[in-house]
């Protein structure tokens, strides 16, 4: 760390207008949140496009960063996860009836563009997914990997947000169990 300087350091210089800081806090933080949009947009291009457009949120809503609320890089990859949802569902057909869960999709997940996925890893992943309950892994899919709010889960579903937390949960644990075991 060059500077010396926090993250959240930097964003308090940012949000005072300190151009040298916003630089430092690219610098230090657009690798992690490239990785966290490319992830959701599956498409290199898009995502560098989609970065700007978080920086410049960063850059405008720096001040409204509070450390009690969590650390800096949360703060940001939050902004860069919405945004990247926010294309998503731009782009989205309205009413798809298509549910996830197909082995092709399972193994996008890794995404078309990313040559650095462990094969292995992938298979792991759609081991696990297949022995999830088919309900769980819809929701989990849908939401992960489409980027569906809990809201639209809810009323996709017909079924309170509270179960679709519960469900969301249930399914990230199996996973979780499941892909450690392996």
């Known amino acids: 760390m060059g500077s010396g300087e926090t993250l959240e350091g930097l964003l308090v210089a940012t949000a005072n207008g300190d151009r040298v800081a916003f630089k430092t806090l690219y610098d230090r933080s657009s690798a992690k949140l490239f990785g966290v949009v490319l992830r959701i947009l599956r498409n290199r291009q898009k995502s560098e496009d989609v970065l700007q457009d978080v920086y410049l949120k960063i850059w405008q809503k720096a001040g409204s960063y509070d450390a009690a609320q969590g ?65 769980d892994r819809n929701y989990v899919l849908l939401a992960y990997y489409e980027g569906f709010s809990r809201e639209e889960l809810a009323e996709r579903y017909g079924s309170p947000i509270g179960t679709i937390k519960t469900r969301l949960r249930r399914g990230l644990l199996a996973l979780r169990t499941c892909l450690e075991g392996e």
Do not use: Y
Request: glycine share 8%; charged share 30%; with cysteine.
């Open 71 to 135: 650390r800096p890089i949360t703060w940001m990859a939050t902004i860069a996860r919405n945004r990247a949802i926010d294309i998503i569902r731009a782009t989205r057909p309205e009413h798809s009836t298509a549910e996830p869960g197909d082995e092709e999709e399972i193994f996008r997940l890794g995404g078309q563009e990313n040559s650095n996925v462990d094969l292995g890893d992938l298979e792991s992943l759609r081991f696990c997914l297949g022995e999830m309950k088919q309900d």
